[in-house]
């Protein structure tokens, strides 16, 4: 195995094993890049984070290729995430991709596409962005309020980040009820009357998506995912429709109100999970930093991918 400057830092996983090997020896330090930087930083409140590794800018193809090789054999999963990482006067990030892990030759030619424009490289283990149950944010305020917004089965995160569709559901606590105000006591569905037991009253909206706002999807997947995938189909909604149903992506067509797939459960892990990294952001005189968490659902497991200034969005909870 090679160990060279091409690693700037490796996450280690919240149980602490991101690798069975020497890569647990290297320390967690920063790097000044905004994404991976937000990763550590969720590792550190102790949530759920994807195994990954960074990327430094201009590194050699050779050392990319031999560094993929270790990481790909650690990885449980065929996907893997690239995620390119901007500072300032760098310009406007890119946005990701997700590759399978065997198709080598599209990961190393996106890689330094990238990294010859100067971005850092998270390269990260994922799952099937095109049928996660949900993605949301959770947008915290200098109160400790906030506000969850969703999207369900069949969309992803960069929809919302991106401003590319709205929320189909929305959680939203009162002003005077900080997130830190936290209780396990609470069991049913997701509904006002039960989660008063969290000592607040949250306000709780939700619709199935619009037939615009799947076609909006498809057109999204159809434009972007699939050509930075390395995909070639027909240029035509009908053709991903297609390409989605022989990968046993359906759940988009299906128009599925997203309070039928979010559990109580769910929401007790996303207001602790939140309330865990407020803590960290809470200044000396008691004000939490207005950010925002994303996270996503796949398979019974929630995991954490990133923080972002809630001000990208223009809209605080």
């Not at 283990?125 to 915290?140: A, K």
């Not at 830190?180 to 909206?205: A, H, M, V, W």
């Not at 990968?247 to 207001?271: F, G, V």
Request: contains cysteine; proline residues 5%; glycine residues 6%.
């Amino acid at each position: 195995m090679i160990m060279n400057n091409i690693f700037k830092k490796i996450i280690l996983s919240s149980s602490f094993s991101l690798l069975s090997f020497s890569f647990n020896a290297i320390p967690l330090l920063k790097t000044g890049y905004p994404k991976w930087d937000g990763l550590i930083d969720l590792q550190a409140s102790g949530l759920p984070i994807p195994k990954a590794l960074f990327i430094t800018p201009y590194s050699t193809p050779k050392s990319i290729e031999a560094i993929i090789d270790d990481l790909t054999s650690e990885i449980d999963g065929d996907l893997i995430a690239l995620r390119p990482d901007g500072i300032r006067g760098i310009g406007k990030s890119p946005p990701g991709t997700m590759f399978n892990k065997t198709d080598k030759a599209n990961i190393l030619a996106k890689i330094k596409e990238w990294s010859e424009h100067g971005y850092g490289i998270t390269i990260a283990e994922t799952h099937n962005r095109f049928d996660y149950d949900f993605c949301c944010n959770i947008l915290l305020n200098e109160d400790g309020s906030f506000t969850i917004e969703f999207v369900g089965p069949g969309f992803d995160g960069g929809d919302l980040n991106k401003g590319i569709l709205q929320p189909t559901m929305t959680i939203k606590s009162k002003a005077e009820s900080p997130i830190s105000i936290y209780s396990d006591q609470i069991s049913g569905e997701p509904n006002n009357e039960s989660l008063e037991k969290l000592n607040f009253r949250l306000n709780i909206t939700g619709r199935p998506p619009t037939k615009d706002e799947i076609n909006t999807r498809l057109t999204y997947i159809m434009t972007r995912l699939l050509p930075d995938m390395g995909v070639k189909i027909e240029a035509t909604i009908e053709a991903t429709i297609e390409w989605l149903k022989q990968n046993n992506c359906y759940r988009l067509l299906e128009q599925i109100d997203p309070r039928s797939i979010i559990t109580m459960d769910d929401l007790k892990t996303l207001i602790y999970s939140a309330s865990l990294y407020a803590n960290t952001l809470t200044n000396a005189e008691g004000r939490i930093q207005t950010k925002a968490l994303t996270a996503h659902k796949y398979n019974n497991k929630i995991i954490f991918f990133g923080t972002y200034d809630c001000h990208k969005w223009g809209r605080l909870s």
